[in-house]
Structure formats: structure tokens, C-alpha cells
């Protein structure tokens, strides 16, 4: 079973930045579309950035031009680096795999990581 695992959350000011890490092992980029996800208290999950298997990226409106996803293949990794934070970006956010080959589609998740943007 495949497990995801955030980190890189924290406390950060206004204006500030944040990089979040999603360690994917076993999960093969070039098969599967990897997402951020965000949810705060009170409110319903939302997209935050998503790269697909071909390399192209998209992002939630409220993030556009702030957020950047990547991906690190030599470390299996998924980055989203958080620019200009604003006190809104407060949720807990969530990496996911997801995919369909071999006549089955893949769902995994991590468990998310806190992120608190206030002064």
C-alpha cells in the first residue's frame, strides 16, 4: 500500500513562504496526476496546485501566481512552494496520487500537514 507523506508545514508570517514536501514512494509520476489539497476548519476541501503525468500544471484561482508545484524525480517527490502567504492559505493540506492504467484507477493520500499563516 502506498503511503504519502507531507511535511514542511509550520507557522509562517504574512508575505512569507513555506515549501511543502510530499514523499511519494513507489508512486511513477509519468503514471499518475499529483495534487495539493487544502481544507480549513469550517470549509470544503479545495484544489490548491495539480501537475499531471505529462509535466502540466494548473492551480486553484486563489493561489495563482503565489504557489508553484514541482516535482523532484530523483527523490520521488512532489513540492508546492507557498510565496507571498496570506492568512487565508491557513488549512491543513493534503498531497494525492491519483491514476487509471491497467483497467483500474489509483487513489492514495497522505495525512496532511498544518499550515498557519498569521502574525
Known amino acids: 500500500q502506498v503511503q504519502l507523506v507531507e511535511s514542511g508545514g509550520g507557522l509562517a508570517q504574512p508575505g512569507g513562504s513555506l515549501r511543502l514536501s510530499c514523499a511519494a514512494p513507489g508512486i511513477i509520476f509519468s503514471t499518475h496526476a499529483m495534487v495539493w489539497y487544502r481544507q480549513a476548519p469550517g470549509k470544503q476541501r479545495e484544489l490548491v496546485a495539480v501537475?499531471?503525468?505529462?509535466?502540466?500544471?494548473n492551480y486553484g484561482d486563489l493561489v495563482k501566481g503565489r504557489f508553484t508545484i514541482s516535482v523532484d524525480n530523483a527523490k520521488n517527490t512532489v513540492l508546492l512552494q507557498m510565496n507571498s502567504l496570506k492568512p487565508e492559505d491557513t488549512a491543513v493540506y493534503y498531497c494525492n496520487a491519483w491514476g487509471n492504467y491497467n483497467g483500474r484507477s489509483y487513489d492514495y493520500w497522505g495525512q496532511g500537514t498544518q499550515v498557519t499563516v498569521s502574525s
Open positions: 501537475i499531471s503525468p505529462s509535466g502540466t500544471v
